[in-house]
Protein backbone atom coordinates (compact mmCIF):
# COMPACT_ATOMS: atom_id res chain seq x y z
CA UNK A 1 0.00 0.00 0.00
CA UNK A 2 0.98 3.45 -0.75
CA UNK A 3 0.20 6.21 1.08
CA UNK A 4 -1.40 9.20 -1.10
CA UNK A 5 -2.42 12.26 0.20
CA UNK A 6 -5.67 14.07 -1.21
CA UNK A 7 -5.18 17.52 -2.81
CA UNK A 8 -8.23 19.86 -3.66
CA UNK A 9 -8.62 20.37 -7.03
CA UNK A 10 -9.23 24.38 -7.85
CA UNK A 11 -10.82 23.64 -11.36
CA UNK A 12 -14.17 21.94 -10.27
CA UNK A 13 -16.93 23.15 -8.79
CA UNK A 14 -18.30 21.80 -5.70
CA UNK A 15 -22.53 21.29 -5.98
CA UNK A 16 -22.45 17.93 -4.73
CA UNK A 17 -21.24 18.80 -1.75
CA UNK A 18 -23.47 21.78 -1.07
CA UNK A 19 -26.28 19.42 -1.14
CA UNK A 20 -24.50 17.95 2.14
CA UNK A 21 -22.80 20.91 4.15
CA UNK A 22 -23.85 24.79 4.21
CA UNK A 23 -22.42 27.56 2.48
CA UNK A 24 -19.88 29.13 5.15
CA UNK A 25 -18.22 25.85 5.49
CA UNK A 26 -14.28 25.68 4.70
CA UNK A 27 -14.60 25.47 0.78
CA UNK A 28 -10.97 23.11 0.69
CA UNK A 29 -12.96 20.74 2.60
CA UNK A 30 -15.83 20.65 0.52
CA UNK A 31 -13.80 20.48 -2.78
CA UNK A 32 -12.41 17.44 -1.34
CA UNK A 33 -15.69 15.88 -0.25
CA UNK A 34 -16.85 16.80 -3.46
CA UNK A 35 -13.82 14.93 -5.51
CA UNK A 36 -15.09 11.50 -3.09
CA UNK A 37 -18.68 11.75 -3.60
CA UNK A 38 -17.38 11.95 -7.52
CA UNK A 39 -15.42 9.03 -7.00
CA UNK A 40 -11.93 8.56 -6.50
CA UNK A 41 -9.57 6.91 -9.14
CA UNK A 42 -10.05 3.11 -8.56
CA UNK A 43 -6.61 2.71 -6.68
CA UNK A 44 -7.77 4.58 -3.98
CA UNK A 45 -9.21 1.92 -1.45
CA UNK A 46 -9.65 3.82 1.50
CA UNK A 47 -9.23 7.20 2.69
CA UNK A 48 -8.00 8.37 6.50
CA UNK A 49 -8.71 11.49 8.17
CA UNK A 50 -7.01 12.89 11.04
CA UNK A 51 -8.44 15.69 13.42
CA UNK A 52 -6.89 18.39 11.66
CA UNK A 53 -9.60 21.33 12.33
CA UNK A 54 -13.04 20.69 13.78
CA UNK A 55 -14.29 21.44 10.23
CA UNK A 56 -12.67 18.42 8.81
CA UNK A 57 -13.23 16.73 12.05
CA UNK A 58 -17.47 17.19 11.56
CA UNK A 59 -17.13 16.64 7.79
CA UNK A 60 -15.90 12.80 8.12
CA UNK A 61 -19.62 12.02 9.48
CA UNK A 62 -20.99 13.05 6.26
CA UNK A 63 -18.05 11.00 4.38
CA UNK A 64 -18.86 7.74 6.11
CA UNK A 65 -22.87 8.18 5.14
CA UNK A 66 -22.37 8.95 1.44
CA UNK A 67 -19.00 8.22 0.29
CA UNK A 68 -18.93 4.72 -1.17
CA UNK A 69 -15.30 2.90 -0.17
CA UNK A 70 -13.91 0.18 1.33
CA UNK A 71 -12.27 1.68 3.74
CA UNK A 72 -12.63 4.97 5.70
CA UNK A 73 -10.97 5.54 8.93
CA UNK A 74 -10.74 8.70 11.50
CA UNK A 75 -7.33 9.06 13.53
CA UNK A 76 -7.80 10.82 16.00
CA UNK A 77 -4.61 13.31 16.80
CA UNK A 78 -5.38 14.55 19.85
CA UNK A 79 -5.04 18.55 20.48
CA UNK A 80 -3.79 18.24 23.72
CA UNK A 81 0.35 17.41 24.79
CA UNK A 82 0.66 15.88 27.68
CA UNK A 83 1.49 12.31 28.41
CA UNK A 84 -2.44 11.57 28.44
CA UNK A 85 -2.37 12.60 24.93
CA UNK A 86 0.38 10.45 23.94
CA UNK A 87 -1.04 7.64 25.12
CA UNK A 88 -4.36 8.28 23.33
CA UNK A 89 -2.99 8.62 20.03
CA UNK A 90 -0.97 5.55 20.31
CA UNK A 91 -4.05 3.69 21.45
CA UNK A 92 -5.70 4.81 18.36
CA UNK A 93 -2.77 4.50 15.82
CA UNK A 94 -3.09 0.49 17.19
CA UNK A 95 -6.70 0.86 16.22
CA UNK A 96 -5.76 2.01 12.77
CA UNK A 97 -3.55 -0.92 12.40
CA UNK A 98 -5.39 -3.22 13.51
CA UNK A 99 -8.14 -1.97 11.07
CA UNK A 100 -6.11 -2.25 8.03
CA UNK A 101 -4.47 -5.58 9.23
CA UNK A 102 -8.00 -6.96 8.52
CA UNK A 103 -9.55 -4.91 6.10
CA UNK A 104 -6.33 -5.62 3.73
CA UNK A 105 -4.73 -9.00 5.13
CA UNK A 106 -1.65 -7.63 5.70
CA UNK A 107 0.86 -7.56 8.72
CA UNK A 108 2.22 -4.30 9.28
CA UNK A 109 4.85 -5.37 12.17
CA UNK A 110 7.26 -2.91 13.97
CA UNK A 111 9.73 -3.87 11.84
CA UNK A 112 7.69 -2.54 8.81
CA UNK A 113 6.79 0.68 10.45
CA UNK A 114 10.72 0.80 11.80
CA UNK A 115 11.88 0.74 8.07
CA UNK A 116 9.10 3.12 7.33
CA UNK A 117 10.58 5.72 9.69
CA UNK A 118 13.67 5.87 8.58
CA UNK A 119 12.95 5.87 4.80
CA UNK A 120 11.28 9.18 5.76
CA UNK A 121 13.54 10.51 8.11
CA UNK A 122 16.06 10.32 4.86
CA UNK A 123 13.52 11.69 2.85
CA UNK A 124 13.01 14.45 5.67
CA UNK A 125 16.91 15.54 5.63
CA UNK A 126 17.33 15.73 1.58
CA UNK A 127 13.94 17.72 1.67
CA UNK A 128 15.45 20.20 4.27
CA UNK A 129 18.75 20.65 2.50
CA UNK A 130 16.52 21.08 -0.90
CA UNK A 131 14.48 23.89 0.83
CA UNK A 132 17.53 25.69 1.62
CA UNK A 133 18.08 26.31 -2.14
CA UNK A 134 15.03 28.78 -2.41
CA UNK A 135 17.15 31.07 0.46
CA UNK A 136 20.02 30.89 -2.12
CA UNK A 137 17.84 31.95 -4.59
CA UNK A 138 18.61 28.74 -6.93
CA UNK A 139 15.17 27.25 -6.34
CA UNK A 140 11.58 28.57 -7.53
CA UNK A 141 8.86 28.69 -4.27
CA UNK A 142 6.48 26.91 -7.05
CA UNK A 143 9.02 24.42 -8.28
CA UNK A 144 9.30 23.26 -4.04
CA UNK A 145 5.99 23.35 -3.58
CA UNK A 146 5.47 21.54 -6.24
CA UNK A 147 8.32 18.67 -5.23
CA UNK A 148 6.81 18.56 -1.93
CA UNK A 149 3.44 17.59 -3.13
CA UNK A 150 5.12 14.78 -6.04
CA UNK A 151 6.83 13.06 -2.38
CA UNK A 152 3.20 13.03 -0.90
CA UNK A 153 1.75 11.03 -3.01
CA UNK A 154 4.73 8.93 -4.60
CA UNK A 155 6.06 5.31 -3.48
CA UNK A 156 8.68 6.34 -1.17
CA UNK A 157 11.64 4.55 -2.37
CA UNK A 158 10.80 6.43 -5.98
CA UNK A 159 10.81 9.90 -3.87
CA UNK A 160 13.92 9.33 -2.39
CA UNK A 161 15.52 8.66 -5.80
CA UNK A 162 13.68 11.77 -7.42
CA UNK A 163 15.11 14.04 -4.69
CA UNK A 164 18.73 12.97 -4.57
CA UNK A 165 19.02 13.71 -7.88
CA UNK A 166 17.42 17.24 -7.60
CA UNK A 167 19.79 17.97 -4.92
CA UNK A 168 22.58 16.80 -6.94
CA UNK A 169 21.38 18.96 -9.77
CA UNK A 170 20.51 22.25 -7.56
CA UNK A 171 24.29 21.93 -6.29
CA UNK A 172 25.99 22.49 -9.59
CA UNK A 173 23.21 25.34 -10.25
CA UNK A 174 24.29 28.79 -9.46
CA UNK A 175 21.76 31.48 -8.24
CA UNK A 176 19.20 32.92 -11.44
CA UNK A 177 16.83 34.74 -9.37
CA UNK A 178 16.09 37.85 -9.63
CA UNK A 179 17.69 39.43 -6.23
CA UNK A 180 14.99 42.58 -6.52
CA UNK A 181 12.32 39.55 -5.46
CA UNK A 182 10.79 40.14 -2.11
CA UNK A 183 11.67 37.78 0.39
CA UNK A 184 7.94 35.96 1.99
CA UNK A 185 7.22 33.80 4.61
CA UNK A 186 4.28 32.03 3.21
CA UNK A 187 2.08 30.74 5.96
CA UNK A 188 -2.13 30.00 6.48
CA UNK A 189 -4.59 27.48 5.69
CA UNK A 190 -3.55 24.44 3.53
CA UNK A 191 -2.41 25.98 0.39
CA UNK A 192 -1.95 23.34 -2.44
CA UNK A 193 -2.83 24.81 -5.80
CA UNK A 194 0.89 25.15 -6.95
CA UNK A 195 -0.60 28.04 -9.41
CA UNK A 196 -1.06 30.12 -6.70
CA UNK A 197 2.55 30.11 -5.54
CA UNK A 198 3.25 30.86 -9.14
CA UNK A 199 0.68 33.37 -9.15
CA UNK A 200 2.60 35.10 -6.47
CA UNK A 201 5.86 34.44 -8.18
CA UNK A 202 4.56 36.41 -10.73
CA UNK A 203 3.83 39.98 -8.89
CA UNK A 204 7.27 39.72 -7.67
CA UNK A 205 7.30 37.51 -5.00
CA UNK A 206 9.57 34.27 -3.43
CA UNK A 207 8.56 32.27 -1.32
CA UNK A 208 11.85 31.82 0.76
CA UNK A 209 10.54 29.52 4.03
CA UNK A 210 7.06 28.93 4.57
CA UNK A 211 4.82 27.51 7.89
CA UNK A 212 2.59 24.90 5.82
CA UNK A 213 1.86 20.83 5.26
CA UNK A 214 2.93 21.42 2.25
CA UNK A 215 6.35 22.72 3.02
CA UNK A 216 8.39 22.75 6.17
CA UNK A 217 5.51 20.94 8.75
CA UNK A 218 6.36 17.41 6.51
CA UNK A 219 10.20 17.46 7.32
CA UNK A 220 10.25 19.46 10.18
CA UNK A 221 12.79 17.31 12.41
CA UNK A 222 13.09 13.74 11.82
CA UNK A 223 11.57 10.90 13.85
CA UNK A 224 13.21 8.94 16.73
CA UNK A 225 14.88 5.69 15.58
CA UNK A 226 15.82 4.81 18.76
CA UNK A 227 12.57 4.83 20.20
CA UNK A 228 9.71 1.99 20.36
CA UNK A 229 8.01 3.02 16.56
CA UNK A 230 4.86 4.33 17.87
CA UNK A 231 5.68 6.29 20.75
CA UNK A 232 8.25 7.22 18.28
CA UNK A 233 5.83 8.32 15.74
CA UNK A 234 3.21 10.11 18.47
CA UNK A 235 5.81 11.85 19.97
CA UNK A 236 7.07 13.21 16.67
CA UNK A 237 3.79 14.98 16.00
CA UNK A 238 3.25 16.20 19.35
CA UNK A 239 6.33 17.84 19.39
CA UNK A 240 6.21 19.84 16.35
CA UNK A 241 5.58 23.47 16.19
CA UNK A 242 1.36 23.41 16.05
CA UNK A 243 -0.35 23.40 12.51
CA UNK A 244 -3.03 26.43 11.57
CA UNK A 245 -5.25 24.26 12.42
CA UNK A 246 -4.89 24.28 15.89
CA UNK A 247 -4.75 27.06 19.03
CA UNK A 248 -3.41 29.05 20.79
CA UNK A 249 -2.22 31.89 18.81
CA UNK A 250 0.44 32.61 20.62
CA UNK A 251 2.13 29.36 19.78
CA UNK A 252 1.89 29.71 16.17
CA UNK A 253 3.13 32.98 16.12
CA UNK A 254 6.48 32.18 18.07
CA UNK A 255 7.39 29.78 15.46
CA UNK A 256 6.32 31.96 12.44
CA UNK A 257 8.18 34.85 14.08
CA UNK A 258 11.21 32.74 14.69
CA UNK A 259 11.51 31.78 11.09
CA UNK A 260 11.01 35.28 9.98
CA UNK A 261 13.59 36.79 12.01
CA UNK A 262 16.31 33.40 10.77
CA UNK A 263 15.03 33.69 7.48
CA UNK A 264 15.24 37.24 7.36
CA UNK A 265 12.23 38.05 5.00
CA UNK A 266 10.57 40.88 3.87
CA UNK A 267 7.26 40.44 4.77
CA UNK A 268 4.87 37.51 6.11
CA UNK A 269 1.92 36.54 3.78
CA UNK A 270 -0.66 35.26 5.78
CA UNK A 271 -3.81 33.02 3.59
CA UNK A 272 -7.10 31.37 4.76
CA UNK A 273 -8.94 29.29 2.31
CA UNK A 274 -12.28 31.38 2.32
CA UNK A 275 -14.35 30.42 5.72
CA UNK A 276 -11.00 28.40 7.56
CA UNK A 277 -11.91 29.52 10.77
CA UNK A 278 -8.75 28.78 12.87
CA UNK A 279 -6.50 30.95 10.09
CA UNK A 280 -9.25 33.84 10.65
CA UNK A 281 -8.79 33.24 15.01
CA UNK A 282 -5.25 33.77 14.24
CA UNK A 283 -5.01 36.79 11.98
CA UNK A 284 -5.25 40.02 14.36
CA UNK A 285 -3.33 38.33 17.45
CA UNK A 286 -0.79 37.97 14.16
CA UNK A 287 -1.43 41.39 12.60
CA UNK A 288 -0.75 43.01 16.16
CA UNK A 289 2.00 41.26 17.23
CA UNK A 290 3.75 41.91 13.75
CA UNK A 291 2.84 45.38 13.30
CA UNK A 292 4.94 45.87 17.06
CA UNK A 293 7.82 43.98 15.46
CA UNK A 294 7.78 46.20 12.51
CA UNK A 295 7.70 42.69 10.17
CA UNK A 296 4.93 43.82 7.05
CA UNK A 297 2.28 41.84 7.25
CA UNK A 298 -0.52 40.88 4.97
CA UNK A 299 -3.61 38.66 5.71
CA UNK A 300 -5.85 37.50 2.64
CA UNK A 301 -8.56 35.37 2.67
CA UNK A 302 -8.92 33.62 -0.74
CA UNK A 303 -11.70 31.48 -2.97
CA UNK A 304 -10.68 28.11 -3.87
CA UNK A 305 -10.37 28.81 -7.76
CA UNK A 306 -7.69 30.62 -10.48
CA UNK A 307 -10.01 33.01 -11.78
CA UNK A 308 -10.29 34.37 -8.14
CA UNK A 309 -6.82 35.12 -7.78
CA UNK A 310 -7.00 38.07 -10.17
CA UNK A 311 -8.71 40.04 -7.85
CA UNK A 312 -6.43 39.85 -5.71
CA UNK A 313 -3.60 41.68 -7.73
CA UNK A 314 -4.30 45.33 -6.30
CA UNK A 315 -3.72 44.04 -3.00
CA UNK A 316 -0.62 41.82 -3.23
CA UNK A 317 0.71 44.92 -4.98
CA UNK A 318 0.31 47.49 -2.64
CA UNK A 319 1.51 45.25 -0.15
CA UNK A 320 4.66 45.02 -2.44
CA UNK A 321 5.22 48.63 -2.43
CA UNK A 322 5.24 48.97 1.07
CA UNK A 323 7.90 46.67 1.66
S1 LIG B 1 -7.87 24.21 8.69
FE1 LIG B 1 -8.92 25.67 7.42
S2 LIG B 1 -8.41 25.10 5.29
FE2 LIG B 1 -7.90 23.35 6.58
S3 LIG B 1 -9.76 22.10 6.48
FE3 LIG B 1 -9.91 23.36 8.34
S4 LIG B 1 -11.09 25.15 7.72
FE4 LIG B 1 -10.35 24.13 5.85
Redesign the pocket.
Known amino acids: MVPVRLFGDPTIGVDKANEHIPPNH ?1 I ?2 KNILEQAIKGFKDEIKGVITTH ?2 D ?2 NREFDIWLECIDLEFLFFLNAPLKRNEAALKFFIADMKELIYQLEEAFNVDITSEKISEAIKKMNQIREVLREISEYRIKMILNGSEFHSLVKRVQQMDKNEALEMLLSRLEALKTQKPHLDKNLKKILLTG ?2 IDDTEFIKFLESLGFHIVIDDLCIGTKYFWKNVNETEEPLKALAEYHLNKPIY ?2 KFPSYKRFENIKDLAKKYNVDGVINIA ?1 K ?5 LYDHPYFSKKFKELEIPYLFVEIEYNRESYKQLITRFEAFKEII
Not at 275 to 279: A, I, Q, T
Open positions: CWAGCCTSVSTQFCEPV
